[in-house]
């Protein structure tokens, strides 16, 4: 047990150390969306009734979990099945693979990395708002820390399926823009559904990403969960983890 736990520390602090070095992982993951929020509050603010779900709630108040949504999809579709995909083919897995370590252990540890990457870029934003926009929060931390991990995990699942199914890394890079790039502007994620066209909100219901902002919205203001986000969520996470056992390929 001892040494299980010793081997998760030494893998979660190499592969974190390889995701930094990574810049543009890092600078979509934690840069960017940290660029949106400044821009899209110099350009709204954050003044109470500036948002489209409470007058007491400003445009950056609502901003910030969807935000986070979109930091989700990022580490998860971006990220997870380049740097898993360019290890395969760096045989990396495979010797990973030759020794005793327990295969549990490796993936434990990527999956905790990336969660904390994610929860990371969460926690930037909520600071940088805080000071800089006065961030205004109404539902509860624990709540939210739960809504936020549901989210990760299934999102993490899928981007580990997409990982398995991809022959390279760069096909691995191709399919992860492919379907991350149209959630990221159609779901709410970057722009609010509200200002968007009938057409394009009811597309956003037919998109994954658009039940993480809406879940991680509802904590956020204190209405409680959004159980059809939490159904789509749950679905995801258990389809998207038997799928990625099932296609995972170590060489």
Known sequence: MATSVHS??????????????????????????????????????NEPGSSNFSSQYGYIDAQ?????????????MMSI????????????LRRFRATPLRSSVYLAADVAVYFLVALAGMAVLIA???????????????????????SALAFIAVGYL????????????VVGQVIFFPMMFLSGAAMPLA??????????QWLPLTYVVRQLQSLWFGTGWDMTAVVVLIVMLAVGTALSVRVFRWD
């Open 8 to 45: 998760f520390r030494k893998l979660a602090t190499v592969q974190f150390k390889l995701f930094a070095r990574e810049p543009l992982a890092f600078f979509f993951t934690l840069v960017f969306p940290l660029l949106l929020l400044l821009l899209f509050g110099a350009i709204w603010g």
């Open 64 to 76: 910030v979990p969807a935000l986070a949504a979109l930091i989700i999809g990022t580490v998860a």
């Open 128 to 150: 940088v708002a805080t000071v800089v926009f006065d961030l205004r929060f109404g539902g509860d931390w624990g709540a939210l820390l739960l809504g936020f991990t549901l």
């Open 81 to 92: 099945p380049v740097a898993t995909a360019t290890a395969r083919e760096q045989h990396l």
């Open 162 to 173: 997409i990982a398995g199914l991809a022959p390279t890394a760069r096909s691995a890079q």
């Open 195 to 204: 200002i968007m066209p009938d057409t394009i909100q009811q597309v956003s």
